[in-house]
């Protein structure tokens, strides 16, 4: 049991008349007062039993005041202590109740989610042992002698061998062999392996591990970051696909592990980390633990119990991990810090990113984000001076930079979205051994289902768009509310038997290709082809084992993975981006193309890209192909800074939902007339404008555009809307919520 933190203030109620301010996780904007009974010892971050309401909740103290506004007949006394150290530090709670502050969002619900869920309840603190698995003495013999007709059995018992005491927590085992599951049951029954229980010891750190000899632009960069570790700034590393910037990372986390502090690293999508994980671990050590939503949760709980004590020291998680208590946080890292993911889009709708800026300063240590297609805000703070802008301009390993091509494919017939000149290229590229890969932003068979003889579509019942045809599921399946249904024989209005796919999704692309390049290994990537476990990690050892072969893929395609073989990349529609309705849509492209674009050609080989547009003119485009995604950014920035968008203006939306458009049409015209009442000087309005898609899961959903240059006079009239917003008496008939910086308007 540990003591105390030092620092830590215990306080009585010897002492004055102490109140306690205490977070409680409802939804409401503000702390609650209770009274510390005489002979009570608590502190700031422990968690407390009071009464709220007509029930009884477990709450965590944030503050502890002499006095409170409340009249003293209405406050109440704290009922229990619960913990006798804090769950969260001081910095800790600055900064969820700064988070909670600025995205205007319940500030016990934020407080609150930065507990594992059995600590909102009253369950003990205490550092549960770690679910693990062990060799037996059987089972050490066994892998003295392995079974040589069981090479997977082998593996397990070799690598457990390989453990300090032969044992491995299974969160570790899963990720060093991640199709192990099967396997260890086996062992188990045959009496070679036992499940145990770890007991809590620091993690072994690895710190003599010297990483790669840096090249001189690497070099520059590490030292300007070395010079900033103690102290709160933040950096951009702006450094292509392949320049390097992981070892960056790791040469830089082991610098903070020397200095006896801890790394908190949030990367974009969970699915595609192992590879990273790896990474860490086999550089910095077993100490390296990794949070997300893929973990049971008592395995968050243990990681999170981990970090909070300083006994592991770097945490790898997608964009929730910024709410854990790292102890002795020394260092901030975001990975791939344009990805869309880091913000969440619904609930307590925090970017991550962002976040992570404010955490760094709360913690008095540097952030450091990084990426190869920056966005534009980061390199709008970058060119401002907030951000230190650090660039890695070649590629480490000395690979070639990717050749990038437009095809005009206006005039050119297309067999599943293919152009002649595109399959020419894919057809000699596997002849001569090499690999292609294709990316198509589109899972599923084909984005709609058509009737020829009366025009039916497969219109999604619920919302406004249509559901796509799933024809490995045999499903039409609507992307954005989730309602399913088979795929029907006959048209459901008229009856025919015409029914036809038009488009083409991932699916499609596979089934066509298998066909027309017979024989080659062919792999898909997106979300449906992984849903299972550890099909990731098959189709990729497939894919490095393979000669020509042809992977076909979604986004999933330009996260993380490096496909050195590929020496041809084909964009069968850059154009998706080009006109939308949201003004970031161009920046994702580009975002999109480049990181795939950047997965080529990593060996000896030069890459080629060749990307499909009916726009080939377009001024953006050519930007990006001709001179690169910088050129790109600083095109459009100029374009936002001209339209005053972000980032040279501060955006918040408000969307009202309700199962009639009309109530959640009127409420927002009355919540607009009340705000322009109040008068919000400085602060544009637009709307009330029915959402891109007016009706999502079968509610019709209306939008109130806030707009401002100065971020002050935004939120001084963010807060007043729950109290504007309470007054009318049509806010009863819709759901409503506050995104502030929102990356996407829909
Ligand atoms: P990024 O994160 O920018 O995509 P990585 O750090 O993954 O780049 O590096 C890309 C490749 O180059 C990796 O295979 C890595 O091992 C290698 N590499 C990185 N730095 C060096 C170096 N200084 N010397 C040799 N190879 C390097
Ligand atoms: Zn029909
Ligand atoms: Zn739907």
Redesign the pocket.
Known sequence: MRLPRAGFDWYSAAMTDCIARVAVAAPLHSLFDYSIPAGMRLGVGVRVRVSFGRTRVIGLVVAVADGSDCAASRIKPVEAVLDDEPLLGQSDLDFLTWAAGYYHHPVGEVVMAALPLRLRKAESAALPGEAGWMLSSAGALQAAAPPIRAPRQAEVLRWLESRPGGAASQVHLRSALPESAATLRTLHKRGWVMQTLLDARPDPLLLDSPG????EE?SAVLTALRDAVGGFSVALID???????????LQLAAEVLRQGRSVLVLVPEISLTPQLFERFQQRLGETVRMMHSGLSEAEREHTWHRLHRGLSRVLLGTRSSIFTPVADLGLVLV?EEHDPSFKQTDGFRYSARDLAIVRGQRAGCPVVL?S?TPSLESLRNAATGRYRHLR?DS?????LSPHVDLLDIRDQPLQCGMSQPLLDRVAAVLAAGEQVMLFLNRRGFAPVLSCFSCGWLSDCPRCDARQTVHRGHGLLWCHHCGAQRRVPKACPACGAHDLHPLGQGTEQLEEFLAERFAGYPLIRLDRDAVARKGALQAQLERLHAAEAAILVGTQMLAKGH?FPRVTLVGVLDADGGLYSADFRATERMAQLLVQVA?RAG?GDRPGRVLIQTRYPGHPLLQTLVRRGYRAFADAALDERRSARLPPFSHQALLRADATRLEAAQVFVERLAGAVREVGGSGVELWGPVPAPMTRRAGRHRVHLLFQSTQRDALHGLLRRLPGLAGELPESKRVRWSLDVDPVDLF
């Open positions: 790669l000899v840096l090249n690497q450094g292509v696909t392949g320049s390097g910037k992981t070892e960056v990372y990975d990084g190869a890695l590629r480490a390993g000395g690979a490096h950047g990593r």
